[in-house]
């Protein structure tokens, strides 16, 4: 047979097929296909046979679409022919994997898109679009590690990635990006599972004579100094457990099959070593820990074991203890039986432990308003000798308002005397003087003297007095965990306790006393479980009111107190108490039946009419402190808030702060704002 008659033959009987296949009513779409130049087998659908040779790529991409019923999008390199031999069934499932097959076997792969359909391109750049899930397409997934170095991984699956692929590290994270085709991706995935596991083993190591920190650090140094970084000996890790005295070692099973038995010999020779040990404290003060560690030692000697079931005497802790102490190096000199030292030392590692710092920020809050009003009528009518004019006066003396008696007694006994000097007109005129210079607000009046010798006169004082103000103090201070702390800011002000004469008033004395006046605050802070503050806190704002009285040079101080025991969260504003107060005062001086009479009864009366409004609040905050890092931050804040203020007062635009700060500590000056 020729081939021109087998190229005719072919083609009759695929035309007679398709046909066949039309009027026979089969389900599924007939196979459209191009004749190629070449020799064509039949290609069937829903025949199961699927059969072509060297026929055009773009043909056969075709006929897999109207096959499967995905829609295609050709890439204009996508060229050649391909040739596909297939005697047994095939659905359109495996139709559609027998061509990406083919694809790939040709240099071509398909990609999926968003909306459903499938890109064909060549083989080489596609890893920089992959995205599918099938076997024979390229696919993107990241692949964790979580025992292996990356850089060891990537080295161990670059054999095995396509030549097409791509397989990268990320900066940061023990994690592969492999891009390759989802089958040989799986593979990839496989491996890498077998590989990543952690073969390390945990073994606890109780001890009895030696401590568990100690024999960490031995070990994890021992460690370090045998292995290297290609090394699996730096797979390794020791804790200790100081509450049971107990260390647990985890790594590879070989390494601890040698570590083991060396911890067992260190703690049994610990037993044998001297009955002296020299403890250093990191954190607690020695002489702190002395008492308590006596009490112990005391309590271990002293008590008698109860009997054992059996009857015999159950364990106790035998021999003596001698406990000092070195107070230039905090440390502790223990003289007792290992085991007793044992004791001590599992008590020492429980209370030598880190103290948190407690900030107690105070805010007093003080707003009071005074408003006073005066208004008094003062006259004298007196007539001379001879006159039938009775004596008649009003007098108010109150603050601020003048004396008129002695006012009018100066002016009579000076005429009366024609200005010579006598005790009287001393004493007389002293007294009006000083009641007029005390004299406060309007004063206002006339007098006079008649022919006959009378002698009248009229004084009106009138006084509005507001004063309003406005305290803030907002004390604060740094302490740490049931530690007492006390801040004062004030001064001390002398007072007046005892004055004493000698005979004949000779040799005279006083004692005085010196008393502090500002803003106190004294603080003990017990932080509890859960980051609440139990706070003892006593907080005392003191002042000088002024003098008694004009006659009296003793002061009044103003006092504000506050004791008590709060509970309250870190960084939690709460108040500690206060003060409402609204104090209104009326004090009228008249003469009776005149001063009641309507209008014409203010000239003879004074009224004084006073109200205070007082708001006194205390607040409080504390703040734990648990490290550097809140340590750092609450330095910041106070110190840029204090540098601030000295920068916006500043005409340089230099903080002396940062100017004093940088002296003691040997730094730059720091560059000015602009």
Do not use: C
């Amino acid at each position: 047979m020729n081939t021109t008659t087998t190229q005719s033959g072919s083609l009759r009987t695929a035309v007679g097929l398709i046909l066949l296949a039309f009027f026979s009513g089969w389900e599924g779409d007939a196979l459209a296909q191009s004749v190629p130049p070449g020799p064509v087998a039949p290609a069937v659908t829903q025949g199961q046979v699927l059969n072509m040779r060297d026929a055009d790529i773009r043909a056969f991409i075709s006929d897999v679409s109207m096959l499967t019923g995905k829609t295609f999008i050709v890439d204009p390199r996508v060229q050649g022919k391909v040739t596909v031999i297939s005697q047994a069934p095939l659905a359109a499932d495996d139709a559609f994997a027998l061509f990406l097959s083919t694809l790939r076997a040709n240099g071509f792969t398909a990609l999926p898109t968003s909306d459903g359909a499938y890109r064909i391109v060549p083989e080489e750049g596609a890893a920089q679009d992959a995205g599918g899930v099938e076997g024979d397409q390229l696919v993107t997934e990241v692949i964790r590690l979580h025992n292996i170095d990356v850089n060891v991984a990537l080295q161990m699956v670059q054999p095995l990635v396509h030549r097409q692929g791509r397989v990268v590290t990320t900066r940061g994270t023990n994690a592969l990006i492999v891009v390759d085709y989802a089958s040989n991706v799986a593979r990839i995935r496989k491996v890498l599972a077998d590989v990543d596991r952690d073969p390390s083993v945990t073994s606890v190591i109780p001890l009895r004579n030696t401590s568990a920190d100690q024999i960490a650090r031995a070990v994890s140094d021992l460690v370090r100094i045998q292995g290297d970084a290609n090394n699996p000996l730096t797979n390794f890790a020791a804790v200790p457990l100081e509450g049971t005295n107990t260390v647990i070692l985890r790594g590879p099973p070989e390494l601890l099959a040698r570590l083991a038995p060396l911890v067992e010999k260190l703690d049994s020779e610990g037993a044998s070593t001297a009955d002296t040990r020299v403890v250093y404290l990191k954190h607690a003060a020695a002489e702190e820990i002395l008492p308590i560690l006596e009490r112990v030692s005391a309590l271990a000697r002293g008590s008698a074991p109860a009997p054992a079931a059996n009857g015999a005497p159950a364990a106790g802790i035998p021999g003596r203890a001698s406990i000092g102490v070195h107070a230039g190096t905090n440390a502790l000199i223990i003289n007792a039986s290992p085991d007793v030292q044992q004791e001590l030392m599992d008590v020492i590692r429980q209370l030598d432990i880190p103290r948190h710092q407690v900030l107690v920020e105070a805010i007093i809050v003080e707003v009071s308003d005074t408003a006073a009003k005066q208004l008094g009528v003062q006259y004298v009518l007196s007539g001379g000798q001879g006159s039938n004019i009775p004596f008649s006066v009003t007098n108010f003396p109150s603050d601020g308002s003048p004396n008129i008696l002695a006012a009018t007694g100066a002016v009579v006994v000076d005429r009366e005397t024609s200005g010579e000097d006598s005790d009287a007109l001393k004493a007389l005129q002293s007294a009006a003087i000083d009641s007029l210079l005390g004299t406060a607000g309007f004063m206002g009046g006339f007098a006079g003297r008649g022919s006959d010798g009378t002698i009248f006169g009229v004084i009106l004082n009138a006084l509005k007095r507001d004063v309003s103000s406005n305290v803030l103090s907002t004390p604060s201070i740094m302490t740490m965990d049931n530690q007492p702390a006390s801040i004062l800011v004030g001064q001390e002000i002398p007072i007046t306790t005892g004055e004493a004469l000698g005979a004949d008033n000779s040799n005279p004395f006083r004692t005085i006393e010196r008393k502090d006046i500002g803003v106190k605050l004294e603080v003990k802070p017990q932080i509890n479980e859960g980051g609440a503050v139990k706070l003892f806190i006593r907080q005392e704002v003191s002042s000088i009111f002024g003098p008694v009285s004009r006659e009296s040079g003793e002061l009044i101080t103003n006092k504000r107190q506050i004791e008590t025991t709060v509970l309250v969260n870190d960084g939690q504003i709460i108040v500690l108490g206060g003060l409402i107060e609204d104090d209104e005062q009326l004090s009228v001086d008249k003469v009776p039946l005149l001063g009641d009479i309507p209008i014409l009864g203010n000239a003879f009366k004074s009224t004084d009419k006073s109200r205070r409004r007082t708001n006194l609040m205390v607040f409080l905050r504390p703040s734990i402190v648990t490290g550097a890092n809140d340590l750092r931050a609450v330095t910041d804040r106070k110190y840029n808030f204090i540098q601030a203020e000295q920068l916006q007062r500043s005409r340089t635009g230099e903080s002396s702060l940062d100017a004093v700060v940088n002296d003691l500590t040997g730094r730059a000056p720091a560059t000015p704002p602009p």
